[in-house]
């Protein structure tokens, strides 16, 4: 048996990342969260805004159902809770719950605000980000739009 001594190989000897390499990746990777990063998070806050919107448009609909069924809107002192459980002023004609899950607050965590208007339609609110009436941006006030 004879020993024999493996001289190292240009291979081996580079088989690992130097300094300057993974200093290089790692100011490309920082300069692309520095980029994206703010593009990503104000999506963010527009999907809130969206799904709202997607809500309110589900709820409006739902609504409608509800006065097939029943021949008028809940009242404001039924509000939305008439979609998930019949009210005792309604005698017939309900074939709910109209809502899977109950009724969803707004992506903010706040329950919607619900009304009747003088000329029998339909008021949805969601006070937006701020949970405060007016503003603009990520805080506006979204509703249905009838």
């Given at each position: 048996m004879s020993s024999t001594v493996f001289a190292p190989t240009a291979?081996?000897?580079?088989?690992?990342?130097?300094?300057?390499?993974?200093l290089v990746v790692l100011a490309i990777l920082a300069l692309l969260a520095g980029l994206v990063g703010p593009r990503v998070l104000s999506q963010l806050g527009g999907a809130k805004s969206k799904t709202a919107q997607v809500q309110i448009a589900d709820l409006d609909k739902t609504l409608e159902l509800f006065k097939l069924d029943v021949g008028r809107f809940p009242s404001p002192e039924e509000g939305l809770q008439a979609l998930v459980a019949k009210p005792a002023s309604v005698a017939s004609g309900?074939?709910?719950?109209?809502?899977?899950?109950?009724?969803?607050n707004d992506p903010w965590g706040r329950a919607y605000k619900y009304g009747l208007k003088a000329d029998g339609t339909t008021e949805i609110i969601s006070l937006g980000a701020d949970?405060?009436?007016?503003?603009?941006?990520?805080?506006?006030?979204?509703?249905?739009t009838r």
């Open positions: 291979r081996s000897r580079r088989a690992g990342f130097t300094l300057i390499e993974l309900w074939n709910g719950p109209y809502l899977k899950g109950g009724v969803p949970g405060a009436p007016g503003g603009d941006g990520e805080n506006a006030d979204l509703r249905n």
